[in-house]
């Protein structure tokens, strides 16, 4: 007798013509376990964005010393994602999705204890070493586990946890920082770590990697990502898609709050009002796009959003209204970061099982890893001139993500996973 836990029959139960009749125990799993996952990202990289100006007043660091610090979270990411994927497909995604939060949760919260600058760093570092898997390996899971006609919105869903993660940092900075300062919201941050380990107990490995396993291929395959003029096309054009979503992700939340404080001189309480409606404007966007992908397909979603984002941001830093500021918020989060619905799918769909984390871990992950110069580059540029006209300029590397989707990335709308 099998054992009840949803996996029988992962992607198929109660399937009919148009789809599932309902969904297993198994996808429900993946869906929460992964969603959870992701949030601690959110979490992680918010905490430092939250604390940034207290960690420079204690250290006494300037701007480009700050900016850094996220710097060096997403190197440790992309070294993270590489090696994660990696193995995630050698020896299972659930087994190498534990060994992350394991090596986030030890590192996050000895990022309180850091003695220097140097120390902190390093800590930083090695906690995205371990988020750098998140992402990819439970968007493998998830793309594996649930049918193609929803596959974008079960991976939009997961998308959704880094926005639930962005409020915990938001909620962990307005009441333990006054009291406890930034190194109890660090400390904090572990807790929900907890939570995504015990979310994958018992979680048992998709079929689809089950019967690769068995058949003795699932090999090192790195290479599958280069292995033809078509596909290293398309991992290029996938790689600068997921650069810009990040860089302009990055570079916006992590110096608005410091922009809305030093330019526009809003308290901690205003720049979270900013935050909330930003955020609320970014679930929405990501659910919406996950339907729209599912719908009209990835290619029109992504050109769609892709050109209202350009267009979003040169207005948004035009406006020197305070109050058009937090209202215009939730359009700027909602074209911004909508887009991070569709990827999970887009990515998974390219690729075959073998090289499915691989392909998922390593192009997003060297996509954060080179936005992970944003901050930095927008803390340098803001030394000459204003925060605002610094994160301005970000309209224009919209535009060519969308020049990757017309002539490098082709559609996968309704593809089955091989």
Not at 61 to 78: A, P, R
Not at 110 to 135: D, K, V, Y
Not at 219 to 238: P, R
Not at 368 to 373: K, L, P, Q, Y
Request: glycine share 12%; with cysteine.
């Amino acid at each position: 007798m099998e054992k009840d836990n949803g996996v029988q029959n992962q992607t198929s139960a109660g399937n009919g013509p148009d789809g599932p009749k309902k969904f297993t125990g198994y996808q429900w799993k993946t869906l929460w376990a992964s969603t959870i996952g992701y949030a601690m990202d959110g979490l992680d990289m918010m905490i430092l964005a939250y604390t940034l100006p207290l960690i420079m007043a204690y250290y006494g660091l300037n701007q480009v010393e700050g900016g850094s610090l996220s710097t060096i979270t997403l190197l440790g990411s992309v070294l993270g994602g590489i090696l994660f994927g990696i193995l995630a497909d050698k020896y299972g995604r659930v087994r190498v999705f534990t060994w992350t939060i394991l090596i986030f949760s030890v590192f996050t919260g000895l990022c309180a204890f850091a003695p220097n600058e140097q120390t902190f760093a390093f800590f930083r570092f090695m906690a995205g070493l371990g988020l750098g898997g998140e992402f990819g390996i439970g968007m493998t899971l998830v793309s594996e586990a649930w049918p193609k006609k929803y596959r974008s919105r079960a991976t939009s869903i997961v998308a959704t946890g880094f926005q639930f993660g962005i409020i915990l940092a938001t909620l962990a900075t307005l009441f333990i920082a006054p009291k406890f300062g930034w190194q109890g919201v660090f400390l904090a941050g572990v807790l929900p770590a907890i939570l995504a380990f015990w979310s994958r107990r018992n979680l048992e490995e998709p079929e689809i990697w089950k019967q690769l396993k068995d058949e003795n291929k699932n090999k090192i395959a790195l290479g599958h990502l280069f292995s033809s003029f078509k596909k290293t096309k398309v991992t290029i054009g996938l790689t600068i898609a997921t650069s810009v979503q990040n860089f302009g992700f990055y570079g916006i939340m992590t110096w608005m709050p410091t922009m809305l404080a030093v330019e526009m001189g809003y308290s901690f309480n205003s720049t979270t009002v900013w935050t909330v409606v930003t955020i609320a404007g970014m679930l929405v966007g990501i659910l919406i796009f996950g339907i729209m992908a599912d719908k009209i397909g990835r290619k029109p979603s992504y050109l769609i959003f892709l050109f209202a984002a350009a267009a979003m941001i040169w207005i948004y830093f035009q406006q020197t209204s305070t109050t058009m500021l937090i209202v215009l918020g939730g359009l700027l989060g909602f074209f911004v970061n909508g887009m991070m619905g569709g990827y999970g799918a887009l990515l998974a769909e390219h690729y075959e099982t073998e090289a499915r984390s691989t392909a998922e871990n390593v192009i997003f992950n060297v996509g954060r890893g080179i936005a992970g110069f944003a901050p930095l580059i927008i803390g340098y540029i803001s030394l000459n001139y204003s925060l605002s006209y610094a994160l301005g300029l970000l309209s224009f590397i919209y535009v060519l993500s969308a020049l990757s989707f017309i002539f490098l990335i082709p559609e996968t709308k309704g593809v089955e996973l091989h």
